[in-house]
């Protein structure tokens, strides 16, 4: 197999040369995945703002994540690389080596979970881990939990989009022991699926995890949590854990911590999301952190990324999809500034919503949204 250098960041990787010149990247013998660039620049950044000293890449692969950490990185002192695929850690050792921080860098030639499993003890574990599966990381969530060190971070990838957006409902209660929504905003509901199983999860361990950072991108969602030690930061997350209740027949959404299965608008039967994550899924001084990070280090799209995250909280968990409002009302279309200064000018919080393509969120209900659209669309005539 030829490897060839592909440059990332400002790091240079050996990567094979069949994952840059074939789309998509074929996954054997060794894969790597050039389109996920923007998931390991926002790694990059959120390592930089969180402080911690020593990373651990649980799937290391040829070392896209975990070399790029230890060279742009400055406060990690210690990155381990972990795969079973030795081909793949080999090329990882070759790309340490070239950017010259193979000192910093130590290769594990080990399955995810078991290795994970051995770092249990207090004085072994990560500041900062990362798993990055194809598909559902629902697997490896305990191990990585206890292998995160008491204020440390845990990043997680789940490429099964659609289970977790609602597509497989089926599957994802049986996964995740949550359901999920088919929806417009079903991106955020996912992400919210995810954070909740997490919780839960650790809550088994008496760990508490706080969400830190989120995001959907391309055919992936991401979250990030604050690992806290002890039954009472686990009781504490459990109190974020809750439901989303959304009606398809009038477009009204509520969330609890008891599920609302009758519409308050309308009476009729809604659509219920949950168990899920009904708190804050941001740590907001990180995310700033983060994004001035991004931006420092030339990462602009991470950047931007981060940046849409700032102000989340203050919003309801879910968001409204103009283009369904105005096919509601029978309207062509109504200018999207324009909807976002009619609920200003009432006295509403509005904001792009960043966990879908389009949509808004604001703390208004849907009725007033249905106002703002109307007066919009009148105004564009």
Known sequence: MKFVRHVEGKTTLFVPQASVTVDPPPTSPVFFNPAAALNRDITVALAAAGGGRTFCDSMAGVGGRGVRVAKEVEGVSSVTLVDFNEPALRAGERSARLNRVAGRCSFELSETNAFLASRFGRDQRFDYVDVDPFGTPIRHIQAALAATSDGGVLSLTATDTAVLCGVQEGTCRRRYGGSPLNNHFHHETGIRVLLGAVARLGAMLDIGAEPVAAHSTRHYLR???????????????????????????????????VPSPVCPRCGKKAKVAGPLWVGKVTEEETVRAAARAAQEKGLARAATMLGSLVGVDGFPPWSFSLERVCSALKVASAPEDRVYR?????????????????GLKTDAGYAEVVEAVRTAARSGI
Not at 248 to 256: F, L, N, V
Request: with cysteine.
């Open 223 to 257: 979250v990030f949590v604050r690992v806290r030690a002890g039954a009472s930061r686990a009781d504490a997350a459990l109190k974020g854990v809750g439901s989303v209740s959304w009606c398809h027949h009038c477009g009204e959404a509520s969330s609890g911590v």
């Open 342 to 358: 009619a609920l200003a000018q009432s006295g509403r919080r509005v904001a792009r919503t960043p966990f879908e393509k389009t």
